[in-house]
């Protein structure tokens, strides 16, 4: 990112084909999942790509085939695009982990645009209380925290440990609290563990430090290999820790009986489903989930991303294209 690599183009308006809707957007969360895209952790798909999947705005072109949305209906766009649909996976209702599936910003321009294209049954209708700058943070850093959270299987009264603190997290926070969790989150910066406070959290330490007590559970969202270990050391017999991005920097070697032993779990998430999705959206409502974002136009992408890389964002940056602003 500190090289700029993201150029500003007048691309002719996408065109809906069949059963997919055309957007235009009011604004684009910025995920960590897009460095990766950017800065090649992940392998390239398609290139040139237009990143971003936390994506609100309005329905204003239709293709043929759709009938769940009108014009002018409020939606999102997230990371997964599509899937077949016919696997095993996606008949046992883990299309998360369809071989087949595509994913917004990836395999198809997403939403660092005015207007994107999605595939009508893969978008979300938008709950009325949530302005298009605090629904975009939901689209991703929300939907992939919560299933986070799912795999922790904690209830109320949970010690749950974080590690690192920023856009999915610091929405995972509300959803945890309202849930009845106690929250201890260790996270780099001092901007960071001061949200992370003021959210609620029971405790509040450095990136790898453990927390006080043995926890029931803990969430990674720092794509650090060297924070497994004293995340795992923070587990109390039986406890579970699941990895929550994308990508992870190399785990280093770590010792049976230390890290794993008392029937310690240690599990990822991939991706989402679109029941996430939609059970996020209503619980964020009823709570309601609150997102701290950032705006930046649409021609500060760039600056945007380094500065999440940098850990200089406070929750999320969002982007607005100039049409909106």
Same mark, same amino acid.
């Given at each position: 990112?500190?090289?700029?690599? /993201?150029?500003?183009?007048?691309?002719?308006?996408?065109?809906?084909?069949?059963?997919?809707?055309?957007? +235009?957007?009011?604004?684009? &969360? =910025?995920?960590?999942?897009? /460095?990766? =895209?950017?800065?090649?952790?992940?392998?390239?798909?398609?290139?040139?790509?237009?990143?971003?999947?936390?994506?609100? &705005?309005?329905? !204003?072109?239709?293709?043929? /085939?759709?009938?769940?949305?009108?014009?002018?209906?409020? =939606?999102?766009?997230?990371?997964?695009?599509?899937?077949?649909?016919?696997?095993?996976?996606?008949?046992?209702?883990? *299309?998360?982990?369809?071989?087949?599936?595509?994913?917004?910003?990836?395999?198809?321009?997403?939403? #660092?645009?005015? #207007?994107?294209?999605?595939?009508?049954?893969?978008?979300?209708?938008?709950?009325?209380?949530?302005?298009?700058?605090?629904?975009?943070?939901?689209?991703?850093? &929300?939907?992939?925290?919560?299933?986070?959270?799912?795999?922790?299987?904690?209830?109320?009264?949970?010690?749950? &440990?974080?590690?690192?603190?920023?856009?999915?997290?610091?929405? %995972?926070?509300?959803?945890?609290?309202?849930?009845?969790?106690?929250?201890?989150?260790? %996270?780099?910066?001092?901007?960071? +563990?001061?949200?992370?406070?003021?959210?609620?959290?029971?405790?509040?330490?450095?990136? !790898?430090?453990?927390?006080?007590?043995?926890?029931?559970?803990?969430?990674?969202?720092?794509?650090?290999?060297?924070?497994?270990?004293?995340?795992?050391?923070?587990?109390?017999?039986?406890?579970?820790?699941?990895?929550?991005?994308?990508?992870? %920097?190399?785990?280093?070697?770590? %010792?049976?009986?230390?890290?794993?032993?008392?029937?310690?779990?240690?599990?990822?998430?991939?991706?989402?489903?679109? +029941? !996430?999705? *939609?059970?996020?959206?209503?619980?964020?409502?009823?709570?309601?989930?609150?997102? +701290?974002?950032?705006?930046?136009?649409? !021609?500060?992408?760039?600056?945007?991303?380094?500065?999440?890389?940098?850990?200089?964002?406070?929750?999320?940056? =969002?982007?607005?294209?100039?049409?909106?602003?």
């Amino acid at each position: 990112m500190e090289n700029s690599p /993201l150029h500003l183009l007048v691309l002719p308006p996408p065109e809906p084909g069949a059963g997919e809707i055309r957007v +235009r957007i009011r604004a684009c &969360g =910025v995920c960590r999942t897009d /460095l990766h =895209v950017i800065e090649g952790d992940l392998p390239s798909r398609k290139l040139p790509i237009v990143p971003g999947h936390q994506v609100v &705005g309005v329905v !204003d072109q239709k293709g043929r /085939l759709t009938s769940k949305f009108k014009k002018g209906d409020r =939606v999102g766009i997230a990371w997964l695009r599509s899937t077949c649909g016919q696997c095993e996976d996606c008949r046992r209702g883990n *299309e998360n982990l369809c071989e087949m599936s595509r994913y917004t910003g990836y395999d198809a321009d997403g939403g #660092y645009a005015e #207007y994107a294209v999605v595939p009508e049954p893969y978008a979300y209708r938008i709950p009325d209380r949530f302005k298009e700058d605090e629904a975009a943070p939901l689209l991703c850093a &929300g939907i992939i925290g919560f299933r986070a959270f799912k795999r922790c299987d904690v209830g109320p009264g949970a010690r749950l &440990g974080l590690f690192g603190f920023g856009s999915s997290a610091h929405i %995972t926070i509300q959803v945890a609290r309202h849930l009845e969790c106690e929250v201890y989150v260790s %996270t780099r910066g001092a901007k960071h +563990r001061k949200l992370a406070s003021d959210l609620g959290a029971r405790w509040v330490g450095e990136a !790898d430090e453990i927390p006080p007590v043995k926890l029931d559970a803990a969430i990674l969202f720092a794509p650090v290999g060297n924070l497994v270990p004293p995340a795992l050391r923070s587990l109390g017999k039986g406890g579970r820790l699941v990895s929550a991005g994308i990508h992870l %920097t190399t785990i280093p070697e770590m %010792t049976y009986k230390e890290h794993f032993f008392h029937e310690k779990v240690f599990t990822s998430v991939e991706s989402n489903t679109r +029941r !996430d999705g *939609e059970e996020l959206l209503t619980l964020a409502a009823k709570i309601p989930v609150r997102a +701290r974002v950032e705006i930046f136009p649409l !021609d500060e992408a760039n600056r945007a991303l380094l500065l999440l890389k940098q850990g200089a964002i406070e929750g999320t940056a =969002v982007l607005v294209p100039s049409s909106n602003s």
